[in-house]
């Protein structure tokens, strides 16, 4: 019925994760040049920093909705999609919400006073989800307008 794909590719974000490596490298190589001592901590740290940026790079976020109910996986966290029944859910909303303020930013996030996970990528809007047993999940979306379509087929 559905399916969504998301990846953090916000150009600030690759920006600043390319400016932050080429002024490393530009340290790095500087240090190389003037045969400093520090070459192979400043190489550590280089390395350490490539794999930061692509753990980020890596990370996505894919929705499935079926008649059956929703799979979610937040690749790397996630190595399996989530499966959630329909009948284990009590509630779904297309809702808009703040990031910074519910739940701390983007990402795999645990939401502060009782707001529940958050698996988003960039954006406000999302798939609020409310459990039977009271859990509550919230999953970023960046085409809310056939989301809502889809819930509205569903509520039908």
Same mark, same amino acid.
């Given at each position: %019925? ?8 916000? #150009? ?7 400016? !932050? ?11 190389? #040049? ?22 980020? &790079?890596?990370?996505?976020?894919? %929705?499935? !909705? ?10 790397? !966290? ?40 958050? &698996?988003? #990528?960039?954006?406000?809007?999302? &798939? ?10 919230? !999953? ?13 087929? %569903?509520?039908?």
């Amino acid at each position: %019925m559905f399916s969504e794909k998301q990846q953090f590719r916000q #150009i600030w974000l690759l920006l600043l994760l390319g400016g !932050i490596f080429l002024l490393s490298f530009y340290q790095w190589l500087s240090i190389v #040049i003037s045969d400093h001592i520090w070459v192979n901590e400043r190489l550590v740290s280089l390395l350490v920093l490539l794999l930061v940026s692509g753990f980020i &790079l890596s990370v996505r976020l894919t %929705m499935v !909705i079926s008649q059956e109910g929703l799979s979610v996986q937040f690749f790397p !966290i996630h190595f399996k999609p989530k499966f959630y029944a329909w009948d284990s859910i009590q509630k779904v909303e297309l809702r808009t919400y703040s990031p910074l303020l519910e739940y701390g930013g983007w990402g795999y996030r645990i939401g502060l006073f009782g707001a529940g996970k958050a &698996l988003n #990528i960039s954006g406000n809007k999302g &798939l609020q989800l409310y459990f039977k047993n009271g859990q509550k999940l919230l !999953i970023g979306t960046q085409t809310p307008e056939k989301l809502s379509e889809i819930i509205a087929q %569903m509520n039908k």
